[in-house]
C-alpha cells in the first residue's frame, strides 16, 4: 500500500513531497492508502477514492478525507465521539465545527 494526499487524492508510493493546490500548506499531506475508503473529517463525505468536491464545514471549502474505518471517529478539538463523522458544532474547535481523526 502508499499514501495519498487528504486534500486532493494524489497517490505516490513514498508519501513525501509535492505541491497541492487544495491543502493550506500547499503541500501534499499523506495518509496511508485505504482499502476500505475515505471520509470527510469535517463533514463525514464518503468517497471511494478519496479525491475532490467541495466541503461546507472546512474553512478551506475542499474536504479533507482521512482512512475510513468500522470504529468511532472522535473531533480532536474536544474529544466528542460519532460512528458516522458527520459534521456537528465544536465549541473548543476554531472554525466551530468538529475535526474527527
Same mark, same amino acid.
Given at each position: ?7 486532493? +487524492? ?10 497541492? @493546490? ?9 495518509? @496511508? !492508502?485505504? %482499502? ?11 468517497? %471511494?477514492? #478519496? *479525491?475532490?468536491?467541495?466541503? *461546507?464545514? @472546512?474553512?478551506? /471549502? $475542499?474536504?479533507?478525507?482521512? &482512512?475510513?474505518?468500522? +470504529?468511532?471517529?472522535?473531533? $480532536?478539538?474536544? +474529544?466528542? /465521539?460519532?460512528?458516522? &463523522?458527520?459534521? #456537528? %458544532?465544536? *465549541?473548543?474547535?476554531?472554525? $466551530? @465545527?468538529? !475535526?474527527?481523526?
Amino acid at each position: 500500500m502508499g499514501y495519498i494526499c487528504s486534500y486532493c +487524492g494524489y497517490k505516490s508510493s513514498s508519501g513525501s513531497g509535492g505541491s497541492c @493546490n487544495h491543502s493550506p500548506s500547499k503541500t501534499h499531506i499523506y495518509i @496511508n !492508502e485505504s %482499502s476500505s475508503g475515505y471520509i470527510c473529517c469535517f463533514c463525514g463525505y464518503k468517497t %471511494s477514492s #478519496g *479525491t475532490g468536491g467541495s466541503c *461546507t464545514k @472546512n474553512p478551506s /471549502k $475542499k474536504h479533507q478525507y482521512i &482512512a475510513q474505518h468500522s +470504529g468511532q471517529y472522535s473531533c $480532536k478539538y474536544c +474529544g466528542y /465521539k460519532s460512528s458516522s &463523522a458527520s459534521s #456537528g %458544532s465544536c *465549541t473548543k474547535s476554531p472554525h $466551530k @465545527n468538529h !475535526e474527527y481523526i
